[in-house]
Every structure is written in structure tokens, then in C-alpha cells.
């Protein structure tokens, strides 16, 4: 599930003129789990990683963030404590929008107001895949509808291996080997922090729908 929400990039754009953004580093923590939402995020700049944490410390990747996002927003807009925690990857530009703000925009802008609710929905979409994936699906389907999902259309997709690992629910070994695999096959060409997607097809034919 691509969670592309088909909305025009500069959607979003009105959240960041009016307030100045935060500027973070890598491992800022944005905000945790089970602490109260009292705003959601636009993403500027840079990349942000949210993820839940079990009580002994297991981790599991939601999402990774890319310019232009929105993230945070289910927890403020139903007024319950967070579901994740959100974090830096990457320097970054993020704008805290609370409720003066939306409302405000909103209230120049009224069809934010559908697109919101069409992201909202996209996000709940994403979230079953998620499901589904981990349930049902081998590593590898796994692995190339991670890399098509958020495969950039120059074809990089900007990751590290532990991510993906995190992300789809394996072990960072088995994504080296798969990766590995890909790679002699020239399906992917391997970097540091990324890497780029050769063969579309032959992706598309790992993770049949």
C-alpha cells in the first residue's frame, strides 16, 4: 500500500508560513508514546522516523516521514494519549501545529478540511498494510514493497539497513541477505544510507498484490 494520499504537494504549505519552524538534529525525540498530543507536526525539511516501543524495549517502525508530511495528527485530533513516538532521523525543519492554528487555517482554507480527512484515512489504510504484511507475507514480498513504497521517483530510496529491518518486521541479517541478493540480480544498487532501485519490474513481481 503506497501511502500517498494524492494530494498537491504544496498542500500543506499554509501550516509553515505563519510560524517559524523548530530546528532538530538527528534523535531529536519529536514527542513519545502515551504522552498527551497537544499538537501534530509538518515536516519541512529532512526525515522523521515514527515507531512503537513494547515494555521490554522492542521496537517496530510505522513510518518514515519525507518532506511534506503530516505526522502526529491521529493522537491530536481524537484527544488521546499517543499510539507512537516520533524521531529525527535526519537534520530537520518540523512546524508544530496546535489548535489556533488549524483552526485558523482551516477557516481561510476550508478544503483542508477534506484533505485532512483524506489523509487521516490514508494513514488508517496504512496501518492495516502494515497488519497484513506482518501476518502473512514472506520477508521478501516485504522487503520490495518497502523499497517500491518509498522509492523516490529518481528510483533512491533513502534508508539504512536497520531500518528496513525495524520496518518490515525481520532481522537486520536477513535484510543484508536479501539486499545482497538483489543486488548481484542488479535489481538494486547498494549505498550508504540508500539505495536504488534498478529494476522496477522486477521488484513489482517479488510483492504481487
Known amino acids: 500500500m503506497d501511502f500517498s494520499p494524492d494530494l498537491p504537494a504544496y498542500i500543506w504549505t ?10 532538530c538534529g538527528p534523535g531529536y525525540l519529536i514527542y513519545l508514546q502515551n504522552t498527551e498530543a497537544t499538537c501534530f507536526y509538518y515536516l519541512k525539511s529532512g526525515r522523521v522516523k515514527s515507531f512503537i516501543q513494547s515494555e521490554e524495549g522492542e521496537e517496530r517502525v510505522l513510518h518514515i516521514y519525507q518532506p511534506g508530511s503530516l505526522f502526529g495528527e491521529a493522537s491530536f485530533f481524537d484527544e488521546l494519549p499517543r499510539v507512537s513516538s516520533a524521531v529525527a532521523l535526519t537534520d530537520c525543519e518540523i512546524v508544530a501545529i496546535d489548535r489556533e492554528l488549524v483552526t485558523q487555517e482551516i477557516a481561510r482554507n476550508p478544503s483542508l478540511a477534506l484533505a485532512m480527512m483524506k489523509y487521516l484515512a490514508r494513514t488508517v489504510r496504512m ?24 522509492g523516490e521517483q529518481d528510483g533512491r530510496v533513502p534508508c539504512t539497513q536497520e531500518e528496513i529491518a525495524a520496518s518490515i518486521s525481520v532481522s ?4 543484508s541477505r536479501l539486499l ?10 547498494l549505498g550508504y544510507r540508500c539505495l536504488i532501485i534498478r529494476d522496477r519490474k522486477a521488484l513489482e513481481a517479488l510483492c504481487p498484490t
Open 172 to 175: 537486520r541479517v536477513t535484510v
Open 14 to 23: 499554509p501550516f509553515a508560513q505563519s510560524r517559524p519552524p523548530l530546528l
Open 180 to 189: 545482497s541478493q538483489l543486488a548481484r540480480e542488479n535489481v538494486v544498487e
Open 127 to 150: 496501518l492495516s498494510d502494515q497488519v497484513d504484511q506482518m501476518a502473512f507475507r514472506p520477508a521478501q514480498w516485504r522487503l520490495a514493497r518497502y523499497l517500491l513504497v518509498r
